[in-house]
T-cell receptor, first 113, second 112 residues
Framework: DTGVSQDPRHKITKRGQNVTFRCDPI?????LYWYRQTLGQGPEFLTY????????KSRLLSDRFSAERPKGSFSTLEIQRTEQGDSAMYLC???????????FGPGTRLTVL | ELKVEQNPLFLSMQEGKNYTIYCNYS?????LYWYRQDPGKSLESLFV?????AVKQEGRLMASLDTKARLSTLHITAAVHDLSATYFC????????????FGTGTRLKVLA
């Protein structure tokens, strides 16, 4: 399967714990995006990488959130000191170049108790 | 502030009927995407519309784009139960980088 993959698919954690999600983009894609989708809403842009450089962060991305893409391949999204409001589906997408179609992964559903 | 609005937000329709979902956006863009999302699942790409006047059809769904009116439509012909899902439009905008701004979503329920 050469699509975008995400791990884990589901994560349940207690408030205050740290969590980390991983995204593996399509191999030749140099752009990688993170979105967050809360129940009943459309996905919202969080951040974006071109190769290993993080080029934009949404104001939605508080200082408890950090994302990396260390070698320009897979990416991780870490949430520190999770809050119940962090409960959402976290979607990763990749694209070949800017302005081209983004391909989405299956998502990681986070539940913070 | 950039807005992408869909209407209706909820749509309940009988099998065999036709209906149109509308996606309005407030900034210049000539790239618009339609996605389907089933409950608890990720986004499935339906249509890629890359220019003014673009029209794409797949099965009972047809999408069009009018960049001058900043409007896209998703038309459903002779709906069947399997089309029940939430449909999102996404506008690809440039604001220093390219990113998608998603619409509010239209939750479609097709009744047998």
């Amino acid at each position: 399967d050469t699509g975008v993959s995400q791990d884990p698919r589901h994560k349940i954690t207690k408030r205050g714990q740290n969590v980390t999600f991983r995204c593996d983009p399509i191999s030749e894609h140099n752009r990688l995006y993170w979105y967050r989708q809360t129940l009943g809403q459309g996905p919202e842009f969080l951040t974006y990488f071109q190769n290993e450089a993080q080029l934009e962060k949404s104001r939605l991305l508080s200082d408890r959130f950090s994302a990396e893409r260390p070698k320009g391949s897979f990416s991780t999204l870490e949430i520190q000191r999770t809050e119940q409001g962090d409960s959402a589906m976290y979607l990763c997408a990749s694209s070949l170049v800017g302005g081209s179609e983004q391909f989405f992964g299956p998502g990681t559903r986070l539940t913070v108790l | 502030e950039l807005k992408v609005e869909q209407n209706p937000l909820f749509l309940s329709m009988q099998e065999g009927k036709n209906y149109t979902i509308y996606c309005n956006y407030s900034t210049t863009s000539d790239r618009l995407y339609w996605y389907r999302q089933d409950p608890g699942k990720s986004l499935e790409s339906l249509f890629v519309l890359l220019s003014n006047g673009a029209v794409k059809q797949e099965g009972r769904l047809m999408a069009s784009l009018d960049t001058k009116a900043r409007l896209s439509t998703l038309h459903i012909t002779a709906a069947v139960h399997d089309l029940s899902a939430t449909y999102f439009c996404a506008v690809d905008i440039w604001s220093g980088t390219y990113k998608y701004i998603f619409g509010t979503g239209t939750r479609l329920k097709v009744l047998a």
